[in-house]
Structures are given as structure tokens and as C-alpha cells.
């Protein structure tokens, strides 16, 4: 399975974006699929994730009500919309896929990962 994230870029703070990961290779319909983010010099953070059927999701103490993750089995993608962003959302966003799991928070249930973009919130 390879994940391409896109959708990142520069806005400003209190703005909306939308982010997209698009898996290729295989379905990933049955897949539990999960957004973690990167600060500069920073941890690994979990943002959101999904389950396959898209029944579950989970949320991150800093973006719950304001980030929705989606999924689209059909377009094989999956979807991270960002309202009310902050300066502390500024960040590489990384989408992730795990086949076995139901939307775990934790990075290490995902085996694989896309490459990341990049999420900049100005003042």
C-alpha cells in the first residue's frame, strides 16, 4: 500500500484546509486509517482515525470539534478536514493505514505511512 498525503500549505489562523491521502496498490477499504502529525523538533502526535466502515473515529485531546476525519472507499482516499486552525496545529501531517485495527490512536498499530505535508498556520 502507498499513502500520498497533499492538501497542505500556509493559512492563516482561524482559516479551514482540507487535507487528502490517497492510497494506491490495493484497496484500503477494510483498513483503519489515521491522520498523526510532527512538529518541528517535536513527537509524533495523534490527530484522528477511522475505521473501516467509518463507524468509529477518534479524536485527539487538541483537535477534537475542530478537525473531521473522513473516508471515501470508493476513491480509496481518506480525508482530514481542519477548521479553526491554531498556531500549534503547524505541523507535518502524516496519514497512516492499518489493516488489522479499529482506528487505534496509537502510531505503532499502523504499518504503513505516507510521506507527509506540511501544515503552516500564520498570526
Known amino acids: 500500500v502507498q499513502l500520498q498525503a497533499s492538501g497542505g500549505g500556509l493559512v492563516q489562523a482561524g482559516g479551514s484546509l482540507t487535507l487528502s491521502c490517497a492510497a494506491s496498490?490495493?484497496?484500503?477499504?477494510?483498513?483503519?486509517m489515521a491522520w498523526f502529525r510532527q512538529a518541528s523538533g517535536g513527537p509524533r502526535e495523534f490527530v484522528a482515525s477511522?475505521?473501516?466502515?467509518?463507524?468509529?473515529?477518534n479524536y485527539g485531546d487538541s483537535t477534537k470539534g475542530r478537525f473531521t476525519i473522513s473516508r471515501d472507499n470508493a476513491k480509496n482516499t481518506v480525508y482530514l478536514q481542519m477548521n479553526s486552525l491554531k498556531l500549534e496545529d503547524t505541523a507535518v501531517y502524516y496519514c497512516a493505514a492499518d489493516q488489522f485495527g479499529g482506528a487505534s490512536v496509537v502510531s505503532r498499530a499502523y504499518e504503513y505511512w505516507g510521506q507527509g505535508t506540511q501544515v503552516t498556520v500564520s498570526s
Open positions: 477511522i475505521s473501516w466502515k467509518g463507524g468509529i473515529t
Open positions: 496498490g490495493r484497496s484500503v477499504s477494510t483498513y483503519a
